[in-house]
């Protein structure tokens, strides 16, 4: 039987590096956008004359943001996808998308070469906070991008937002909640934003230009939504994600279930035959090492059973209904979860932040709040 992966092409391009921004992603590199297409589908060829025709189902185009580069480029990548690998029919394929980088003729143009999702990073609906953030567009630019994506006929549309900005109140966080239920998409992604070291960002919080984010607000603007989201009919699937029914990210879930995927591209990671490993950050080098003949990889290890099985149930916690499923677990690794993880399970539900039922666990609400240190209690080290 053909090993069945989900797809990640990373593009690490953007018109201009936002303020909050440690994603590997550069500006100001146009002349790398056709030979690093290049590359990637040179990449390709390395892992089909390593394992044959990889059963793909899903792909996903991240960044960076995709839409930077041409149409043709863009859908050259799609192209290569089905020609080196076997996408299962009506396999589900997602690209990033900037508001200011497309418009209805790009739109289409992705529809027509197979995109059948689209995630737009909206961030928010705020003009004043979009401009904190670096953002390229306003307001009506994502309401317009949204807008055309639907006039070329997307079906499947995510908006990413972010809460816990500085000096952001919560009446500006739900007028931008409640204008993007008002847009109706299928698919909504929040996230509380990271304050990451060497951003501008940083550095405007550092020299007191700007107020650090209030954690506790951070807080209760996700309890909002989650409440807010669930009157209008989403499904809280997992705990940065939401969803209308049938319309959960397939792709993700794929990372959650803690089953295999291949990254390629600058900065991509893969996990596959018992083995993780992440390519080189630099476009650059990335591109000289496919052009060379060699492995783009930066770095690896083998993943061994203990830290397989520590990954599946954090990663599995992510998901708020499902969480993780006994039965699922024997089947993977036969053996009962409650045997290598009940002490954890018992001491983590009498703090209030674990549910045990009769066939999973998962967080609690108060657990969502508090994921990471739920999650570092079942790395193979100690609690």
């Not at 440690?22 to 589908?41: K, M, R, V």
């Amino acid at each position: 039987m053909k090993q069945s992966v989900a797809l990640y092409v990373h593009i690490p391009f953007c018109a201009q590096k936002c303020a909050y921004c440690d994603f590997n992603s550069y500006a100001g590199l146009e002349h790398l956008f056709a030979p690093y297409i290049q590359a990637l589908t040179g990449e390709m060829r390395v892992y089909v004359a390593r394992w044959g025709s990889l059963r793909v189902c899903t792909i996903y185009i991240g960044g960076g943001t995709p839409t930077v580069l041409p149409l043709s480029l863009l859908t050259g990548v799609l192209a290569a996808c089905h020609a080196s690998f076997e996408v299962i029919n009506g396999a589900e394929t997602t690209v990033e998308a900037n508001p200011g980088t497309v418009d209805e003729s790009y739109l289409a143009g992705l529809l027509a070469a197979g995109v059948n999702r689209l995630s737009l990073g909206v961030q928010s609906l705020d003009d004043s906070e979009l401009r904190l953030l670096g953002r390229l567009h306003d307001a009506d630019q994502a309401r317009e991008a949204y807008h055309q994506a639907r006039a070329v006929g997307f079906c499947n549309v995510n908006l990413d937002l972010i809460f816990g900005l500085p000096g952001q109140t919560m009446a500006r966080w739900q007028a931008t909640v409640r204008q993007a239920l008002d847009l109706g998409p299928e698919h909504l992604s929040l996230y509380a934003l990271t304050i990451e070291e060497h951003t501008p960002l940083a550095g405007y919080i550092a020299h007191g230009e700007l107020p650090a984010p209030d954690d506790d607000l951070a807080a209760e603007m996700y309890e909002w939504a989650e409440v807010e989201l669930a009157k209008a009919g989403y499904v809280h699937y997992e705990i940065s994600n939401w969803a209308q029914p049938g319309f959960e990210c397939q792709h993700n879930l794929v990372y959650w279930h803690n089953q295999p995927y291949l990254g390629l591209g600058a900065g991509a990671h893969s996990w596959l035959a018992g083995c993780r490993w992440a390519n080189v950050r630099i476009p650059q080098i990335y591109i000289e090492a496919i052009v060379g003949g060699k492995q783009p990889v930066a770095e690896s290890e083998e993943i061994d059973r203990a830290l397989e099985m520590a990954e599946t149930v954090i990663l599995g916690l992510r998901l708020v209904e499902e969480g993780v499923n006994f039965g699922a677990f024997r089947a993977r690794f036969g053996v009962e979860f409650t045997d290598i993880y009940g002490s954890k399970i018992e001491e983590l539900a009498n703090l209030g932040l674990l549910e045990v039922t009769r066939d999973r666990v998962r967080l609690t609400r108060w657990g969502r709040l508090l994921g990471n240190q739920v999650f570092q209690c079942f790395l193979p080290d100690p609690c």
